[in-house]
Nanobody, 125 residues
Framework: QLQLVESGGGLVQPGGSLRLSCAAS????????IGWFRQAPGMEREGVSC???????YYADSVQGRFTTFRDNAKNTVYLQMSSLKPEDTGVYYC???????????????????WGKGTLVTVSS
């Protein structure tokens, strides 16, 4: 049974960095597009980044140049390296699998499939 587990969230000061992990069991992430999404309090979930099957990467304008997503196939894990964090980056971060490669690169959560339970990132002084 496929399971995704996010980790690495926490409290960080503005300007700081965090690395989130999305570890999978029951599926090899190497063959799929994996997206990161976030949901701030009172807001709709939004796409943050995507790493495609061929390791092409896509980012929301709001995080371009500050966030990097990459995968470690040996660990069956996808990461989101976040730098220069801002208070508006606060939210619950989720990873998800795009089985068909039709939604991830568009950062559309509606077309994603299996989701993790999320990890909370709080950017505050």
């Amino acid at each position: 049974q496929l399971q995704l587990v996010e980790s690495g969230g926490g409290l960080v000061q503005p300007g700081g960095s965090l690395r989130l992990s999305c570890a999978a069991s029951g599926l090899s992430l190497a063959y799929y597009s994996i997206g990161w999404f976030r949901q701030a309090p009172g807001m709709e979930r939004e796409g943050v980044s995507c790493i495609g099957k061929t390791d092409s990467t896509y980012y929301a304008d709001s995080v371009q140049g500050r966030f990097t997503t990459f995968r470690d196939n040996a660990k069956n894990t996808v990461y989101l390296q976040m730098s220069s964090l801002k208070p508006e980056d606060t939210g619950v971060y989720y990873c998800a699998v795009d089985y068909y490669g039709t939604a991830c690169h568009l950062l559309r959560d509606g077309g994603m499939h299996k989701w993790g339970k999320g990890t909370l990132v709080t950017v505050s002084s």
